[in-house]
């Protein structure tokens, strides 16, 4: 086991030191804001783990990289709502992703800035706020400000919680890579919790028509 616990040290070592890894966790960043499967809090954690065990890669790298994706995936998303609305494709319709799409709706009128920057911290819940952002018209000038707060700040915290285990594991890199990844699902699972109480809107009791898109949306639905 310890031979086993060693070379995975080294492999991770090495790809650590390879001068594309930041381009790497930058494009990766960056799809996860619009497509959530592939979830991006754990390469920023663990990276920024292995830069406080070993020097390498370059910490500041990570932060700008994570930070930089992070952006360029939530205004994606954003532009993705801009163009395509909240009822183009069939699971946009279903009752239940409906019911979320008029919540986020409401919450971003009336806590738009709360809302987009906590919301950043939570991988589905993310996609659908900067889509719904996008959909329902809010202007790039108030979008943008948030949009680039949110992601420094969620970079930030990874690249925090990364460190803080790869000191405590300092001579153990792929044992700090894991405690640090799993102390991030944590705190991100606190995050998720705290959001949906505190920030989304509750749930209205009726029944959920179609959410309005691009072509039909009134221009005073939120605050430009």
């Known amino acids: ?21 930041p ?19 754990s390469l920023v954690i663990g990276l920024a783990a292995v830069a406080a065990a070993t020097g390498q890669p370059n910490v500041g790298l990570v932060l700008l990289a994570g930070a930089a ?4 995936g939530d205004l994606t998303a954003y532009s993705l ?6 009822r183009r494709f069939a699971w946009m319709r279903t009752p239940r992703m409906a019911a979320v799409i008029d919540r986020t709706g ?9 809302f987009i920057i906590t919301g950043r911290f939570v991988p589905v819940v993310r ?12 202007s790039l000038r108030r979008y943008l400000p948030l949009c680039l707060t ?27 890579v894991v405690l640090a990844i799993g102390l991030g ?31 039909d949306q009134s221009p005073d639905m939120i605050e430009r």
Do not use: K
């Open 81 to 86: 709502g801009r163009r395509v609305g909240l």
């Open 185 to 215: 699902i944590v705190l991100g699972a606190l995050v998720d919790r705290l959001v949906q109480r505190f920030t989304m809107e509750p749930e209205q009791e009726r029944q959920y028509a179609e959410v309005p898109g691009p072509a």
């Open 150 to 176: 949110a992601g420094t700040v969620w970079a930030c915290f990874g690249v925090g919680v990364g460190w803080l285990g790869g000191t405590w594991m300092h001579d153990h890199p792929l044992l700090g």
């Open 127 to 138: 996609v659908v706020v900067n889509l719904t952002a996008g959909a329902v018209g809010m």
């Open 69 to 72: 994706g992070a952006v360029l």
């Open 1 to 21: 086991m310890l031979d086993l616990i060693d070379t995975l040290n080294t492999v991770l070592l090495d790809a650590a030191t390879e001068p594309w890894v």
């Open 106 to 114: 409401r919450t971003l009128r009336r806590r738009s800035a709360l």
């Open 23 to 41: 381009l790497a966790l930058l494009l990766f960043c960056a799809v996860d804001g619009f497509f959530p499967p592939l979830p991006s809090e």
